[in-house]
């Protein structure tokens, strides 16, 4: 009886105040619904046959995380067949393969306090041109493309969420029809902005921590934060291709790459601005950052890597046409930089790096620490100053790749085992080398690491 009284309420205006208990009934509270209602839904397991639609400024708000699971009935097994999604060809896509599709530009949805399940579909939520959009502790587990999924986002908060497996899986050895790229990510909006991304934790049970598969991925975001997150998986951030403009990723504990590259370096940033604001981050890969950008600053991280993962340099930059620059890489902590600190394919000019201390005692690696183009650069753009640079003396090592980049300013560093100091002047001044203060910050989500110096560990509450 309890469900014909809400379905006779929801046709007439009205919403009833108990919880929904059933998908019959949570379907009709959506589809019936008027923009702003809110649906409560009780604890239970809701097996949709078809994607869930809310209405601008509906809230979801469900009995918590492993409490309210919003999953799918075992006959509703979208295709894989237009997997891996075209990105920004919204036309081509599935959207039927999502658990929730939220109406075409609808503003302020909220979606919270619930389970997000698959393992069938290709994604949680997906949105097109909405505004104001709130996605607050939620659990979003096991789907094979995208977690949450959206095109032109704006002004949003994604936070205190869970994503476990959340996208990347369909490409699972041996099961017919389920072949694919990897391209998904737990999070993957496409023209983004004014949008925040925090507190949330990324993780992957299911194909090991080394298989492809991004934590937040996006195609072109401006004026986006994205702090205070806890990405365990192998690229944590890729912001590549599309320009993007005043990203700030700040006190995050990234276990893979930041992936930021653009052809040339992207659009030129005004001075004073940034394309992205890297800073008071704790990053575990020695493949540590793609590039290039332009108007790029990264300070006051800890860049902490194994001696034995030494398979990257700290940036690396594959292009093969020469990026104008600016980049400034300052007041950071590193230790273990694997083959370097900063290789170029085609080249970057107006790069300042200054007021660093590494501590370079990888056992396997000659090379020198910055492995420049030598055909295509203007070393006169290129300050390397006010460093300290140690390398152990087990493996001492070259600062330099190749005798053109001599032509950089090198200027009142402190080096320790560096084989071609006879190779270039590296005057002092009565300046300090190193860090400028004592690098001490809290970082992933809600500040659950501790960064004091060269140390990062669990943070007392």
Same mark, same amino acid.
């Given at each position: 009886?309890?469900?014909?009284?809400?379905?006779?309420?929801?046709?007439?205006?009205?919403?009833?105040?108990?919880?929904?208990?059933?998908?019959?009934?949570?379907?009709?509270?959506?589809?019936?619904?008027?923009?702003?209602?809110?649906?409560?839904?009780?604890? =239970?397991?809701?097996?949709?046959?078809?994607?869930?639609?809310?209405?601008?400024?509906?809230?979801?708000?469900?009995?918590?995380?492993?409490?309210?699971?919003?999953?799918?009935?075992?006959?509703? #097994?979208?295709?894989?067949?237009?997997?891996?999604?075209? %990105?920004?060809?919204?036309?081509?896509?599935?959207?039927?393969?999502?658990?929730?599709?939220? %109406?075409?530009?609808?503003?302020?949805?909220?979606?919270?306090?619930?389970?997000?399940?698959?393992?069938?579909?290709?994604?949680?939520?997906?949105?097109?041109?909405?505004?104001?959009? #709130?996605?607050?502790?939620?659990?979003?587990?096991?789907?094979?493309?995208?977690?949450?999924?959206?095109?032109?986002?704006?002004?949003?908060?994604?936070?205190?969420?869970?994503?476990?497996?959340?996208?990347?899986?369909?490409?699972?050895? =041996?099961?017919?029809?389920? %072949?694919?790229?990897?391209?998904?990510?737990?999070?993957?909006?496409?023209?983004?902005?004014?949008?925040?991304?925090?507190?949330?934790?990324?993780?992957?049970?299911?194909?090991?921590?080394?298989?492809?598969?991004?934590?937040?991925?996006?195609?072109?975001?401006?004026?986006?934060?994205?702090?205070?997150?806890?990405?365990?998986?192998?690229?944590?951030?890729?912001?590549?291709? *599309?320009?993007?403009?005043?990203?700030?990723?700040?006190?995050?504990?990234?276990?893979?790459?930041?992936?930021?590259?653009?052809?040339?370096? =992207?659009?030129?940033?005004?001075?004073?601005?940034?394309?992205?604001?890297?800073?008071? @981050?704790?990053?575990? #890969?020695?493949?540590?950052? *793609?590039?290039?950008?332009?108007?790029?600053?990264?300070?006051?991280?800890?860049?902490?890597?194994?001696?034995?993962?030494?398979?990257?340099?700290?940036?690396?930059?594959?292009?093969?046409?020469?990026?104008? =620059?600016?980049?400034?890489?300052? @007041?950071?902590?590193?230790?273990?930089?694997?083959?370097?600190?900063?290789?170029?394919?085609?080249?970057?000019?107006?790069?300042?790096?200054?007021?660093?201390?590494?501590?370079?005692?990888?056992?396997?690696?000659?090379?020198?620490?910055?492995?420049?183009?030598?055909?295509?650069?203007?070393?006169?753009?290129?300050?390397?100053?006010? @460093?300290?640079?140690?390398?152990?003396?087990?493996?001492?090592?070259?600062?330099?790749?190749?005798?053109?980049?001599?032509?950089?300013?090198?200027?009142?560093?402190?080096?320790?085992?560096?084989?071609?100091?006879?190779?270039?002047? @590296?005057?002092?001044?009565?300046?300090?080398?190193?860090?400028?203060?004592?690098?001490?910050?809290?970082?992933?989500?809600?500040? %659950?690491?501790?960064?004091?110096?060269? #140390?990062?560990?669990?943070?007392?509450?």
């Amino acid at each position: 009886m309890g469900r014909f009284v809400l379905l006779a309420g929801l046709l007439a205006g009205w919403v009833s105040a108990a919880p929904v208990s059933t998908v019959q009934d949570l379907v009709a509270a959506v589809h019936h619904g008027k923009p702003g209602d809110t649906i409560e839904l009780a604890a =239970g397991r809701y097996e949709l046959t078809a994607p869930l639609r809310p209405k601008s400024g509906m809230t979801l708000r469900g009995a918590g995380m492993g409490k309210t699971i919003l999953t799918h009935a075992a006959a509703w #097994k979208p295709s894989v067949k237009t997997l891996p999604d075209p %990105e920004t060809q919204v036309a081509k896509m599935d959207l039927r393969g999502y658990l929730v599709h939220l %109406e075409n530009k609808a503003e302020n949805i909220s979606i919270s306090h619930l389970t997000l399940l698959g393992p069938q579909m290709h994604g949680a939520i997906y949105g097109f041109g909405n505004v104001g959009l #709130k996605l607050h502790h939620l659990r979003v587990q096991d789907f094979l493309a995208s977690g949450i999924r959206s095109h032109g986002m704006r002004q949003s908060k994604i936070h205190d969420c869970e994503f476990i497996d959340a996208g990347g899986r369909w490409k699972r050895g =041996g099961i017919p029809g389920d %072949e694919g790229g990897i391209s998904g990510g737990a999070i993957f909006g496409v023209w983004t902005k004014e949008t925040e991304i925090y507190n949330n934790r990324f993780t992957r049970t299911q194909m090991g921590k080394r298989d492809g598969h991004y934590g937040i991925k996006g195609r072109q975001f401006k004026n986006c934060r994205i702090h205070h997150n806890t990405i365990e998986v192998n690229f944590s951030i890729e912001l590549p291709f *599309e320009n993007d403009e005043n990203v700030e990723i700040d006190h995050n504990v990234c276990y893979g790459t930041l992936s930021l590259p653009k052809h040339k370096g =992207g659009m030129k940033i005004p001075e004073g601005q940034h394309s992205f604001h890297v800073h008071h @981050n704790w990053i575990t #890969k020695s493949y540590a950052i *793609e590039f290039s950008r332009n108007g790029v600053e990264v300070n006051h991280n800890l860049f902490d890597f194994a001696k034995e993962d030494d398979g990257g340099n700290l940036v690396s930059e594959f292009s093969r046409v020469l990026s104008p =620059g600016p980049a400034v890489f300052h @007041n950071n902590l590193i230790r273990n930089p694997g083959r370097g600190l900063f290789w170029t394919n085609g080249g970057y000019n107006n790069l300042h790096f200054h007021h660093n201390h590494v501590k370079a005692a990888t056992p396997t690696r000659p090379d020198g620490l910055f492995g420049f183009n030598a055909k295509v650069m203007d070393f006169k753009t290129i300050r390397i100053e006010h @460093n300290i640079i140690e390398v152990s003396a087990d493996n001492p090592r070259p600062l330099m790749r190749n005798a053109a980049s001599y032509g950089a300013r090198i200027f009142n560093n402190t080096l320790t085992n560096i084989t071609d100091t006879d190779q270039f002047d @590296n005057p002092q001044a009565d300046a300090q080398a190193g860090l400028q203060a004592p690098l001490k910050f809290r970082c992933g989500a809600h500040g %659950e690491y501790l960064v004091d110096g060269w #140390k990062a560990a669990k943070a007392a509450r």
